[in-house]
């Protein structure tokens, strides 16, 4: 033996700590510096579809508002449109709560709203859906039916012209819908 296996051995290990570390650095375990994040892309909005969505809440939040005002249950029906509607819409639906309420009339149910469209153009813009009005029936408030008025049976267009006012998206007039929308 001429010395070659102490050479051999600390090659061996030398070979070996090498490995061992390589693992450990390289290793899943808890040890050592954690791992570089993964770079992510952030998808942000462009300012037209942001504008779109603010007008279908909006929207929503407006028909909601229709919706209780011709109920019978709001005592100030204007206060339901105000930030959601033009000055001249609140005082067009909150009119007609009043007349409702005058008469003893009360709507009973919801309509259902699909098919919402949004066309947005710089500060103004168009929201049309279609509304059925089948299970939102008028009544008087002693419970007895009153026929709706025969637009109301099937379903039907709504318009209503949208505009930025000071940053926020309100509900303006309403837009007779033509030919051009189906439901």
Known sequence: MSGSFPRAGRRFTVGLA??????????????????????????TENPASQ???????????FMDAVVE???GRSDDPAA???GLATEATIEFNAGIATRYA????VRVGEPVIT?????????S?????CMDESAWSPELVTGEAIPPAEEQLTPHPIVYEVV??????????????????TC
Do not use: H, K, Y
């Not at 779109?52 to 929207?59: K, L, Q, S």
């Not at 469209?117 to 500060?123: A, E, K, L, P």
């Not at 813009?125 to 859906?129: D, F, K, P």
């Open 18 to 43: 090498c490995i061992l570390a390589v693992t450990a650095c390289s290793g899943d375990g808890d040890a050592g510096e954690p791992a570089a994040p993964e770079p992510t892309a952030t998808v």
């Open 164 to 181: 930025n006012a000071d940053g926020s998206w309100l509900i303006g007039d309403a837009i007779e819908p033509g030919g051009t929308i």
């Open 69 to 71: 005002a011709q109920s």
């Open 115 to 123: 098919d919402v469209n949004v066309q947005v153009v710089s500060s």
């Open 80 to 82: 339901l449109f105000e």
């Open 51 to 61: 504008a779109e969505e603010a007008i279908r809440t909006v929207f929503e939040q």
């Open 102 to 105: 005058d008469q003893g009339i």
């Open 125 to 129: 813009g168009v929201v049309s859906a």
